[in-house]
Nanobody, 115 residues
Framework: QVQLVESGGGLVQPGGSLRLSCATS????????MAWYRQAPGKQRELVAA???????NYADSVKGRFTISNDNAKKSVNLQMNSLKPEDTAVYYC?????????WGQGTQVTVSS
């Protein structure tokens, strides 16, 4: 079984930065796709950023230019650098791992952007 553990969430003021990390138990170089999703209270879970095993990235329009997703094969982790944070970025952020026929979710980490 694949396990995903998120870390790095917390409280930050608008304009600040946070770096989220998702640690896995498997060789991520052989995983098709890893992604970060988020879910705010009363809203559906939405895709924030994704990265393929080949290094191709994709971002939600709302975070493009502010967030950067990256992988670290040696550490078996996927990271999300979040800059210029806005109150509307407040949500629980979830790591997701996908390979053919299977998907795995982390338990989430809270990000709160407030002054």
């Amino acid at each position: 079984q694949v396990q995903l553990v998120e870390s790095g969430g917390g409280l930050v003021q608008p304009g600040g930065s946070l770096r989220l990390s998702c640690a896995t138990s498997t060789d991520i170089s052989k995983i098709n796709l890893m992604a970060w999703y988020r879910q705010a209270p009363g809203k559906q879970r939405e895709l924030v950023a994704a990265i393929t095993s080949g290094g191709t990235t994709n971002y939600a329009d709302s975070v493009k230019g502010r967030f950067t997703i990256s992988n670290d094969n040696a550490k078996k982790s996927v990271n999300l650098q979040m800059n210029s944070l806005k109150p509307e970025d407040t949500a629980v952020y979830y790591c997701y791992l996908h390979r053919p026929g299977l998907g795995y979710w982390g338990q989430g980490t809270q990000v709160t952007v407030s002054s």
